[in-house]
C-alpha cells in the first residue's frame, strides 16, 4: 500500500486584543472591589461590540477565596476555561500570555481578564492595615522578622544598581518626573499636577533611597481585556490590536537566592516575546511597564533590551520616556501618578491597546507624520522582581 500523505497541521488561529476598558479609578468609596470587576467586564463588552456569549473562558486573581470561580459567579459567567494564576504584577501578562495560547490552540473562543480592588477606599474605611510584607511563612520567615520590607527589598536592589553601574538618585527622580509628565495629560490620572527632580528628591524618606515620590500612589480601581480569535474580529466594534509574541519568567522570593540585584526575570521574558513577536525592541513604539518604584521602571528598561545594562539611568534622561520622547513609556502617568490599586499589570495592556488604537485623546503618542503608533510592549513585575510576563502587541 502506498504510504498515507502526512497530516497537515491544523493553522493556529491569530489571537486578537478586541475590547479593553477601565471601571472607576482613582478615590472610589462606595463601590466594592466585586463592582469594579463587574463595571469593567461590562464596559470591556461594550468596547468589543461582541456579546456576551462569546466569553467561554475567565482569567481572575486576587480577590475571593476560590478565584476566580466567586467572580465568574458575580459576573453571570460559566466558563469551559478558567486562569487564576497569581504572581504579584505580572500575574496579567502571564494570564494573556496563557489566553492567547489557549485561544490559538483552539481551547476557548474569548477570554475575559479582569481586576478589581478598593486598596486605598479599604484603608481609609479601616477594613484593613497597610502590608509591609506578603507573610512570614515559608522562605520569607527567614527575612520577615528582622524588618525586611516590601519596600525595602527594592530599595537595596537600587542601592546595588547604583553602587555597581553609578546610577544616580537624580537619574531616579526624573523617572518620577516624566511619568507625572504624561499623567498631566490624562483626565484619569490620581495625580496631574507637575513635580520636579528637587521635589522628588527632597520628600519624606520611605526606604533609603526611595523617598514618597519614588514609589507608587495607592488607589482603587479595576480593568478588564478580553482577548479572541481571529474569527471574531470581523464583528467587533474597533480594530484589532494583535498579540504577537508573549514571555514569562520566574526568579526567586527570598533575596539570598536572587543571582543579581540588577536583573530581572523581564531579561528572560522580554527576549523570550521579542523573539516569538519577530521584532526587536528597536521596534516599539510605546512602551507600557509596571512601576510599583522608579527602580523598576529604570532596570525593565535595561532587561527588555532598550539599552544596555547600566545605562538606563542616562538612556531614561531628556524626556526620553514622556509623550514625545524617542520611547513613550508608562503614557498614562503609570503606577506613579496615574492609579496603582494593586496588581496593575492589567492596566498596562489596556493603555497599549488604547495608544495602538489612536485612542488615547490628550496623552496619544504620534510618530512622525502624525500616523499612529504600531508596535507596543507590556511587561508587568511580581513580587520584588520574582516574576515577569511580557507581550508584544501589534495593530493593523
Known amino acids: 500500500m502506498p504510504a498515507k500523505p502526512a497530516a497537515k497541521s491544523k493553522r493556529a488561529r491569530k489571537v486578537a486584543v478586541v475590547g479593553v476598558s477601565l471601571s472607576d479609578c482613582g478615590r472610589v468609596d462606595s463601590a466594592t472591589p466585586y463592582a469594579l470587576h463587574a463595571q469593567a467586564a461590562r464596559r470591556a463588552l461594550a468596547d468589543s461590540g461582541l456579546d456576551r456569549s462569546a466569553v467561554d473562558g475567565l482569567a481572575s486573581a486576587g480577590l475571593g477565596t476560590l478565584a476566580p470561580v ?12 478558567t486562569d487564576s494564576t497569581s504572581v504579584g504584577g505580572s500575574t496579567w501578562e502571564v494570564m494573556a500570555a496563557h489566553a ?8 476557548a473562543r474569548a477570554v475575559l ?7 486605598r477606599a479599604d484603608i481609609r474605611a479601616g477594613r484593613r492595615t497597610s502590608n509591609l510584607s506578603f507573610g512570614a511563612r515559608g522562605p520569607l520567615q527567614f527575612e520577615v522578622p528582622y524588618g525586611h520590607t516590601l519596600v525595602a527589598k527594592y530599595a537595596m536592589a537600587a542601592r546595588r544598581h547604583m553602587h555597581q553601574y553609578g546610577t544616580t538618585l537624580e537619574q531616579l527622580a526624573d523617572i518620577a518626573v516624566q511619568a507625572r509628565a504624561n499623567a498631566a495629560h490624562n483626565p484619569d490620572a490620581m495625580f496631574r499636577a507637575p513635580i520636579t527632580v528637587d521635589e522628588v528628591l527632597s520628600g519624606p524618606m520611605i526606604a533609603d533611597p526611595f523617598t514618597k515620590l519614588h514609589c507608587c500612589i495607592r488607589s482603587d480601581g ?20 494583535w498579540v504577537l509574541g508573549s514571555g514569562t519568567a520566574i526568579s526567586h522570593t527570598t533575596m539570598s537566592e536572587w543571582d543579581d540585584f540588577t536583573v530581572s526575570p523581564a531579561a528572560l521574558s522580554g527576549r523570550q ?12 513604539d510605546v512602551a507600557e511597564l509596571y512601576d510599583a518604584f522608579t527602580y523598576m521602571t529604570l532596570v525593565t528598561l535595561e532587561d527588555l533590551g532598550f539599552c544596555a545594562k547600566g545605562e538606563g ?7 526620553r520616556l514622556t509623550l514625545t520622547g524617542d520611547l ?10 496615574a492609579c496603582h490599586p494593586g496588581m496593575r499589570g492589567l492596566f498596562l495592556l ?13 496623552r496619544q503618542v504620534r510618530k512622525v507624520g502624525g500616523r499612529l503608533p504600531e508596535l507596543a510592549v507590556a511587561s508587568g513585575t511580581g513580587g520584588w522582581f520574582c516574576s515577569s510576563g511580557t507581550v508584544v502587541l501589534g495593530r493593523g
Open 70 to 81: 466567586e467572580v465568574a459567579e458575580y459576573l453571570g459567567l460559566r466558563p469551559t476555561w
Open 328 to 337: 513613550p513609556t508608562n503614557t498614562d502617568g503609570g503606577g506613579l501618578s
Open 313 to 319: 539611568g542616562a538612556f531614561a534622561g531628556k524626556g
Open 100 to 107: 492567547a495560547d489557549a485561544i490559538a490552540a483552539g481551547h
Open 273 to 284: 516575546a521579542f523573539e516569538r513577536a519577530g521584532v526587536r525592541p528597536s521596534d516599539i
Open 350 to 362: 489596556v493603555e497599549a491597546v488604547r495608544q495602538l488604537r489612536g485612542e488615547a485623546g490628550e
Open 222 to 241: 479595576g480593568c478588564a481585556v478580553l482577548l479572541a480569535g481571529e474569527e471574531y474580529v470581523p464583528d467587533t466594534a474597533k480594530p484589532p490590536v
Open 113 to 119: 481578564l479582569v481586576y478589581g480592588s478598593t486598596a
